[in-house]
């Protein structure tokens, strides 16, 4: 009897244990439900907030997106979506289709202005991008393949990227890199956070070496918000880019067969002109930085600021070598 009690008591005691163990399970998972539950809430609200901001830009060559920036029909896109048309087919969210012209372009940024009438236009809300970080969701809205409203999602994956455009394009100085998909028609148009606010401009996807030119999955890069507005509000106020705080050296280069880039022609006054580069010499290497091909030069030059005092070394079209100290300019608008 004694045996029958203890051992009643000492199943009871496992029952009771065991329910206490499953307590902190159940309430995890309400918890994580909750979160998702928040999560898709708040993915719900961006959509609802920042479509209606986002449109459908048509040239003769192409389509692109963009965003209205105020509420004078100022609209923000990539100079690559624009190319060189001046006037436009614009798309609302609502189906509504607008006359645009063009307002001003800045290729080496990438970053153009268009303007339609106004309005009824909803501007979208532009962010401070130095506040991003590693890891934060992104949704990247815009209009791929003529798919009005499109929406994808990913994270932050790199923030100041320098990253070529190639075949011609520009050099980006302070890219976020996003897993956020951005197709053919993306460009121009939105990248933002789950505050509902604008952090960047979708532009490019990487491309996998050796593919044919296909994307590189999960690899996508977006011009900052803080970018695109400098280039923007003197686009608007403007018509061109005063101040690009952009580093200059004042020549145009070619390849030298990856020993460096051969200067085709010196800006009479400029700052290679003042450091005594000549048409001809070969840049090897720009604030110690090698520079083999154009783009690589690009690149270095991207992360450079103007006024900033550099050595340059180069090769003399007679084949000796020299290290010069040069002042960087601003790149004009």
Request: net charge neutral; hydrophobic share 40%.
């Amino acid at each position: 009897m004694i045996a029958l009690l203890t051992a009643g008591m000492t199943l009871t005691g496992c029952v009771s244990s065991l329910s206490a163990s499953s307590s902190p399970a159940s309430s995890t998972t309400t918890a994580s439900s909750a979160a998702a539950a928040d999560l898709d809430a708040a993915f719900t609200s961006v959509v609802k907030n920042v479509s209606p901001s986002v449109v459908l830009i048509e040239t003769g060559g192409g389509l692109g997106s963009g965003e209205v920036y105020d509420n004078k029909g100022d609209i923000v896109t990539n100079a690559h979506v624009v190319g060189n048309a001046t006037d436009f087919r614009v798309t609302t969210a609502t189906g509504k289709q607008l006359p645009g012209t063009l307002v001003g372009s800045f290729p080496p940024d990438d970053i153009a202005v268009i303007k339609v009438n106004g309005n009824g236009l909803k501007p979208a809300k532009f962010g401070d991008s130095s506040k991003l970080q590693v890891g934060q969701i992104v949704m990247a809205i815009g209009n791929p393949l003529g798919l009005q409203g499109s929406v994808t999602s990913g994270i932050i994956s790199a923030l100041g990227r320098i990253v070529s455009e190639g075949r011609g394009g520009g050099t980006l100085p302070d890219a976020i890199q996003t897993s956020a998909e951005i197709n053919p028609g993306n460009s121009g148009g939105a990248l933002v956070d789950l505050q509902s606010e604008v952090v960047g401009i979708p532009t490019l996807a990487a491309l996998s070496p050796g593919s044919q030119n296909a994307p590189a999955p999960g690899i996508g890069f977006a011009i900052s918000s803080n970018r695109a507005k400098v280039i923007a509000d003197q686009l608007v106020r403007n018509g061109k880019v005063t101040n690009s705080r952009r580093a200059y050296l004042g020549i145009q280069v070619g390849n030298a067969g990856g020993q460096g880039t051969l200067v085709i022609s010196v800006e009479p006054g400029g700052p290679a002109a003042k450091a005594g580069i000549s048409r001809g010499d070969t840049i090897a290497a720009l604030d110690g930085k090698p520079t083999p091909t154009t783009g690589e030069l690009a690149q270095v030059l991207a992360g450079l600021n103007p006024g900033q005092k550099v050595k340059v070394d180069v090769v003399r079209s007679d084949g000796s070598r020299a290290t010069v100290n040069l002042t960087l300019g601003q790149l004009p608008g």
